[in-house]
């Protein structure tokens, strides 16, 4: 495709984007705001799986539905692919969203599922490598980079098909917080612009 069928591309079609987030939410509100006034795509839906998480009042703000969900659901029922469905999403965007993503949603959903990691994979991913915890490990091991990571969901945690990474470097005067505030920077430049150009090479 080139990058006129790509522009194309988005200005014909309509987007429906589903947020899942379980977190304060600065990376889904930096989301919205970057696709707020595009006619074309849609931030149509949030998906949380904590009912006190910042990123409700995010969205109730916005004026974005909110379907909070439950294990049982998600794990061993439909994983929400209907209401899903329902609501016309064709593309999910994992925003510090910390549970597993179910086979039967990427089945639902074949690389149309991206999340975005705050470390540069393969280093320092997987189950429980979330948050903090990727920081403080970052710091015990005295990296000199640290970065993220956007990539596409595939059945196993964090090892989906990379679709960018930038770095920062890690000083030694870090602590887990001051590394995630330049995480969080970068995630804030980044996430929407390739969120904008996985949308404009969507089959
Ligand atoms: C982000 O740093 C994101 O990379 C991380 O959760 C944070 C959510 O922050 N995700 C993971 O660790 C996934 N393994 P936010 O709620 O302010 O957007």
């Not at 029922?77 to 510090?96: P, T």
Request: with cysteine; glycine share 6%.
């Amino acid at each position: 495709m080139t990058g006129t069928d790509a522009q194309n591309k988005i200005e014909d079609s309509n987007i429906k984007v589903a947020i899942f987030a379980s977190g304060a939410g600065s990376n889904a509100e930096k989301i919205i705001n970057y696709f707020s006034g595009y006619e074309k795509v849609k931030i149509t839906l949030l998906v949380c799986n904590k009912p006190d998480a910042g990123v409700i009042k995010i969205a109730e703000a916005a004026t974005i539905p909110v379907l909070l969900i439950e294990k049982e659901q998600f794990f061993r029922g439909d994983a929400y692919v209907e209401i899903l469905k329902e609501f016309g999403i064709n593309l999910i965007v994992l925003a510090g969203f910390l549970w597993k993503v179910p086979k039967q949603l990427i089945a639902a959903f074949p690389d149309k599922i991206i999340n975005i990691h705050p470390a540069l994979l393969p280093n320092y991913g997987g189950k429980g490598m979330y948050g903090h915890f990727v920081h403080e490990a970052v710091i015990a091991n005295e990296e000199k980079e640290s970065g993220i990571t956007i990539h596409f969901v595939n059945e196993n945690f964090d090892e989906g098909k990379h679709i960018f990474q930038a770095s920062c470097p890690v000083l030694p005067t870090d602590t887990p917080e001051t590394l995630a505030a330049r995480i969080h920077q970068l995630e804030h430049a980044h996430f929407a612009p390739i969120i904008e150009t996985v949308i404009k090479n969507l089959e």
